[in-house]
């Protein structure tokens, strides 16, 4: 594994002892998938919930990294997940670049400031410059990667440059990100202006990420299924393509387009080791789309976790069997926060139990 071998000129040279998902990235065979869950580092858990009812918000958890080191391994401590997710949040970059965001409870994020002109998208801080705020993060990786001992491999991640330009324009949610969706058809070159300030830092921003101990990279398009095919080959796919050649030769990436069912075969072509799948997405046609080149993540839906766990189990085990091989086991997003602990075991234990 020459990837973490560059690390450990950083780190102390250390040995993962469950190496299986870097394994899987790699295009090596394994005995069995390996299983972690988008957003497991979170309210799911009792223990994450403690946390963060002592402090005053999210914000305070996220940028203090002692915090959020603690909060990034106990899913593997107590879930027994094989590998760790960086706790973070994907808004940290718009906030380096200049635009300061807001947790709001049970509402969700909000930017007081938002990006409507051409002189808001020149003011923006970018690259190495907004990097250099993020601190806290590398500090939480460092310290996070140093507790882990090499249990498993820490996943790094950011937002892909289209799902942080809809934060940006909107200033929060939406059901239907009109207002960024307006942008793309009144504004070409401003939004790709912007598109392109957005990635330049976020590939400042993960390098930073690798040197400080990350394994694995995944990049988050969670508004990617609201752009039509033509708007996403033109508007998304070409800035996820430059994140993932900036960084596939130093470590495995993972591009995770949330419902954009139609760009599997664009997104295997960049130059990635893993592609993420939501629900609506068949195993099967999906791995003869991508072809053979990359591994598959998910893809279980969220919702499945809610059910007996015995059944939870059996879906798993027949999801398994439909990807075959070449497979990351997760869910198709994020794990819901009031999803029951046995749920969330029995599909962990299920795939952990599973031989190809
Ligand atoms: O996956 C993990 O366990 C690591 C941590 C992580 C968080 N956010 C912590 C978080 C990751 C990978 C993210 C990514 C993220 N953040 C995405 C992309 C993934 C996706 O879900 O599509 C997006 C779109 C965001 C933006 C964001 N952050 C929203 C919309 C919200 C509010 C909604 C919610 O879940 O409450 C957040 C807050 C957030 N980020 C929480 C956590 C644990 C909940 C806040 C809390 O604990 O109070």
């Known amino acids: 594994m020459l990837l973490w071998q560059a690390n450990s ?24 998938p390996p299983v972690w869950l988008m957003r497991q580092a979170g309210r799911i858990l009792p223990e994450y919930r403690a946390v ?28 027994g997940v094989d590998a760790a997710i960086i706790f973070s949040d994907i808004l940290v970059i718009p906030e380096a670049m200049g635009l300061k965001y807001e947790m709001i409870e049970k509402k969700g994020p909000s930017f007081p400031e938002t990006i409507q002109t051409e002189a808001d998208v020149e003011r923006l801080i970018t690259d190495e410059d907004a990097a250099s705020e993020l601190t806290y993060v590398y500090d939480a990786l460092a310290l996070t990667k140093k507790q882990l001992a090499g249990r498993v491999p820490l996943i790094g991640f950011a937002g892909a440059p289209w799902t942080i330009f809809a934060y940006m324009i909107e200033g929060g949610g939406s059901k239907t990100f009109s207002k960024a969706r307006r942008m793309l058809f009144r504004e070409p070159a401003l939004s790709h202006r912007l598109l392109e300030k957005i990635t330049m830092t976020t590939i400042a921003y993960l390098k930073q990420k690798v040197a400080h101990g990350a394994d694995l990279i995944q ?9 039509s095919p033509k708007l996403y080959n033109e508007f998304a796919l070409p800035y996820l393509g430059k994140i993932a050649t900036a960084l596939h030769e130093e470590v495995p990436v993972t591009l995770f387009a949330k419902d954009a069912w139609h760009a599997l075969e664009g997104l295997a072509e960049q130059p990635c080791n893993v592609i993420g799948l939501d629900w609506t997405q068949n195993p099967q046609i999906a791995r003869q789309r991508v072809g053979d080149k990359v591994a598959l993540q998910g893809n279980l839906d969220p919702c499945q976790l809610y059910a007996e766990p015995e059944q939870v189990a059996q879906a798993a085990t027949e999801m398994l069997k439909a990807f075959g091989g070449q497979h990351i086991a997760n869910l198709g997003h994020g ?21 190809y």
Do not use: C, H
């Open 219 to 227: 990049l988050f398009d969670s508004w990617a299924g609201i752009l």
């Open 335 to 355: 794990v819901y926060p009031d999803t029951p602990l046995d749920g969330v075991r029995a599909f962990i234990n299920a795939v952990q139990a599973f031989r």
């Open 52 to 79: 963060r009812a002592s402090l005053s918000g999210f914000k305070e958890l996220v940028e203090t990294p002692a915090l959020a080191a603690e909060v990034t391994i106990q899913p593997v401590d107590i879930l």
């Open 9 to 32: 000129l950083i780190f102390a040279p250390m040995e993962l002892q469950n190496d299986i998902l870097l394994r899987v990235a790699n295009g090596q065979t394994v005995e069995r």
